[in-house]
């Protein structure tokens, strides 16, 4: 099954509209020439509008870190799946770490935000991971087994098709922004956990077409060892995604 790897930069609450905008703009000319791997990158929702207008007609896509899963209404501070769609972005990060651990996010919400996701069309990028405690006390495949299925329930049984554009993104907690990346074998052991698990949940086709990233301290250093891995199909980068410089040489899997 060939799957086009994927390669997300989350940008975090880092950069101002302009540094945004002149960041997007360098990415896009250093990926002129790549058309083997999708690239896509998460500003702050207030980028959002400027930089997908910068990168029409290039390589690069453009995300959300966020959304709120209600259609509208009175939700103070929150944007909507449709708002994002309009702004042109076509990903959308959902159940990042840092909002399961700052922002109350939790497996209901992260199922409801999927929902809004599919239903405009945005590929939702489902953020999954175990912390170092959860690690080290052998609750690994636990935690992840929760964090799927509660994330995915209904789909699984009403709606499968609608989630065709799924991508997962395998972020041990105890390696985002620690500069510790998961060792290759459990990495390897966790994609491969992850693929049959969706298996087993969905069936062996769709497994075979979502793609499952990995992120956590992912660099141009250990890209490619990690990008070698059978059912690694990208990476989600955050410190390393800041700079067009560092940022290329990752999509490139630095070779
Ligand atoms: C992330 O924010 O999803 C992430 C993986 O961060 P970093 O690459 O900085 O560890």
Redesign the pocket.
């Known amino acids: 099954m060939n799957r086009i790897p994927l390669i997300a930069g ?1 940008w ?1 609450m880092f950069k101002t509209g302009s540094e945004a905008v002149s960041t997007a703009e360098k990415l896009a000319n250093l990926t002129q020439n790549i058309t083997s791997t999708d690239i896509m990158i998460a500003p702050t929702h207030l980028s959002l509008p400027l930089v997908t207008q910068k990168l029409l007609g290039t390589n690069v896509k453009v995300g959300a870190q966020n959304l709120y899963f209600e259609q509208e209404g009175a939700f103070t501070g929150e944007v909507s799946a449709e708002m994002i769609k309009d702004t042109g972005a076509e990903y959308v ?1 959902i159940g ?3 909002r399961r651990q700052f922002f109350g996010e939790t497996d209901e919400s992260v199922f409801k935000k999927i929902k809004a996701a599919t239903k405009v069309d945005l590929i939702p990028i489902m ?1 999954i991971g175990e912390s170092e405690k959860e690690r080290n006390e052998k609750n690994t495949f636990a935690i992840l087994d929760k964090q799927v299925k509660n994330g995915l329930k209904d789909f699984v049984s009403d709606d499968p098709d609608s989630l065709s554009s799924l991508v997962l ?1 395998y ?1 041990p907690i105890w ?5 510790k990346t998961a060792s290759v074998d459990q990495v390897d052991e966790i994609h491969k956990y992850l693929r049959s698990l969706i298996s087993q949940l969905f069936s062996r086709d769709f497994a075979l077409k979502i793609r499952i990233l990995y ?5 141009p250093d250990n890209v490619k060892e990690l990008m070698a891995i059978e059912d690694v199909d990208g ?7 800041l700079d067009p410089d560092k940022f290329i040489k990752i999509i490139g899997f630095s070779s």
Do not use: F, M, P, Y
């Open positions: 989350n975090k990060l990042h770490s840092e953020c993104a972020e390696a985002i922004g620690t500069g992120g956590g301290s992912v660099k990476a989600l980068v955050g410190g390393a995604s």
